[in-house]
């Protein structure tokens, strides 16, 4: 086998947006480099200041330099039959191919990442880092943070880890039918190997164990997998798969389920490569209150977390649609209800549809009782049913609550649970919080399959 030890220097951390300062190629015939190609390379942009510090390339240093496409032809020719190897391969290669096809190459070759084989050939080391590693096993690093001397000693690394992987795992990562080169550099092949088929929710760690993502799959293993394939070369992507040290799930008996749980867990954890989930807030709701006079208020306001609501909405006009529903229904005034803002008494008493608690013709107490009446009709009209389905094993079912129109919480009984005793099927569900975009879900989830939905009596 034909090795190419490839390191790279670059203006910043992602290829779409950046260039390559410096190159170095070390081809490698498994027992020795029998070919070096070496060069600085023009960016064609300025190198930002603090990673000059870091390399010592300015911008002087590059100037006359060739640009990639004048030496792409010889970097194609020594890459594109040989495995490509770098410390982080990702990195390096996602860099190199992206340069290769501006200039009109497709490089399609064989991987292998130096830091993945050194944690199965030398595991227990307290850092992989390419500094730490080799002076762990004696190998010097000239230059570091140069292409030639960090290439060099990737080099002397790839010759220790052919000769002491007596076990076989880099022949077995360069297997055509091995996906391992595609991980993100410090997560292990064994906990992607280990992950279930099955629908339910993911959680990717960081080094520290702290969740950095949450995902839900209705194929957990193939859904993880599909996060380190494609050709996304952004910034946000790159520093996403360089954090993934570990990845953790919990099974759910159906996708519905798994819906609901990465919704929650998003709410309780805050990732922070979810973005999407924390946009959801809902908006709007219908609140009441006893006024000075001592009438009941309804109105609608922006939500609030901490207040009583009696329902909630998405937009302004849905809410006041519901609530025009109710003064119709009930004869309620819409001044006090906060439709009418700007007059003393509401057109509805004028039109007799009000009788004057806007103007102090009606008492609290008698309107009032209308206003309960109006509230406990709204209560009625929310949906409690519960959702029996499919369970994690075949000897179980799975089980979600919806209670006056408000999502209860979820979980699993029985195969031979009575389903109609209702107090002991809930009181085996864990309770969770609840917003609009879970009762869409599972209402969504009701009309579709009313085969599976169990209406609630109270």
């Known amino acids: 086998m034909q090795f190419a030890v490839v390191d790279i220097e670059t203006t910043g951390g992602y290829a779409s947006g950046n260039g390559i300062t410096e190159i170095s190629i070390q081809i490698h015939d498994g027992t020795r480099v029998t070919e070096r190609f070496d060069s600085l390379i023009n960016p064609e942009h300025s190198i930002p200041a603090y990673i000059e510090s870091l390399t010592g390339i300015s911008d002087e240093m590059v100037a006359s330099a060739p640009k990639f496409e004048e030496v792409a032809d010889r970097i194609y020719n020594l890459l594109h039959d040989k495995i490509f190897v770098a410390h982080n391969v990702n990195f390096d290669f996602s860099f190199v191919r992206h340069q290769l096809e501006v200039a009109g190459y497709h490089l399609q070759c064989k991987k292998m990442c130096t830091v993945r084989m050194s944690r199965k050939v030398f595991p227990g080391f307290p850092s992989y880092s390419l500094g730490k590693l080799c002076n762990s096993l004696g190998i010097t690093l000239n230059d570091r943070h140069r292409a030639g001397g960090d290439a060099e000693a990737t080099a002397i690394l790839l010759g220790m880890l052919l000769e002491a992987d007596q076990e076989g795992h880099i022949k077995q990562a360069l297997n055509k039918s091995s996906k391992e080169q595609a991980l993100p550099p410090n997560l292990a092949k064994a906990a992607v190997d280990a992950l279930p088929q099955n629908p339910g929710v993911y959680y990717f760690k960081d080094q520290k164990g702290n969740v950095i993502y949450i995902g839900k799959a209705k194929?957990?293993?193939?859904?993880?997998?599909?996060?380190?394939?494609?050709?996304?070369?952004?910034?946000?992507?790159?520093?996403?798969?360089?954090?993934?040290?570990?990845?953790?799930?919990?099974?759910?008996?159906?996708?519905?389920?798994?819906?609901?749980?990465?919704?929650?867990?998003?709410?309780?954890?805050?990732?922070?490569?979810?973005?999407?989930?924390?946009?959801?807030?809902?908006?709007?709701?219908?609140?009441?209150?006893?006024?000075?006079?001592?009438?009941?208020?309804?109105?609608?306001?922006?939500?609030?977390?901490?207040?009583?609501?009696?329902?909630?909405?998405?937009?302004?006009?849905?809410?006041?649609?519901l609530l025009r529903m109710l003064i119709k229904e009930h004869l309620l005034c819409e001044r006090l209800c906060f439709i009418q803002k700007n007059r003393i008494g509401c057109v509805g008493h004028e039109d007799g549809k009000c009788s004057g608690a806007c103007v102090g013709k009606e008492s609290a107490a008698a309107y009032n009782v209308r206003v309960k009446y109006a509230i406990q009709e709204l209560h009625q009209m929310l949906p409690s049913f519960a959702v029996i389905d499919q369970g994690r094993t075949e000897d179980e079912q799975s089980c979600l609550w919806v209670e006056k129109g408000q999502f209860y919480g979820m979980g699993y009984i029985s195969q031979y649970t009575d389903v109609k005793d209702m107090s002991q099927v809930k009181s085996a569900l864990k309770p969770l919080p609840s917003n609009d975009y879970i009762l869409h879900l599972i209402l969504s989830y009701a009309d579709a399959h009313p085969g599976k939905k169990l209406s609630i009596e109270f």
């Not at 807030?281 to 006024?291: G, P, R």
Request: glycine share 6%; aromatic share 12%.
């Open 219 to 321: 194929n957990i293993k193939k859904r993880v997998c599909s996060h380190f394939t494609g050709n996304n070369l952004g910034p946000q992507r790159q520093d996403f798969l360089k954090n993934i040290h570990h990845v953790e799930f919990e099974v759910c008996g159906t996708e519905l389920m798994a819906f609901i749980l990465e919704a929650v867990e998003i709410k309780r954890l805050w990732p922070e490569n979810n973005r999407a989930m924390k946009r959801f807030e809902q908006k709007y709701s219908l609140f009441s209150f006893i006024d000075q006079n001592g009438y009941i208020r309804l109105g609608i306001d922006k939500f609030k977390k901490q207040g009583p609501s009696l329902y909630n909405f998405n937009s302004l006009s849905e809410g006041h649609s």
